[in-house]
């Protein structure tokens, strides 16, 4: 059994709350917005530095 938040699916869902949260779609190239709509999920699209820029950041409200 799966410990919530450590699940690749948990990550990825909290990922997509975050940038939806904190209006960080600009994050994203157009690239990586095919990716997603292909399918992939943030963590195999998002590099090191998106990811950490992802988490660090306070939301925009």
Known sequence: MPIAGYD???????LRELLEEWNAEELLSP????RLEAGESLLE????DQLRELVRTRPTT
């Open 8 to 14: 690749p699916a948990d990550v990825d869902e909290r």
């Open 31 to 34: 690239e990586q917005e095919r």
């Open 45 to 48: 699209v998002l590099t090191t």
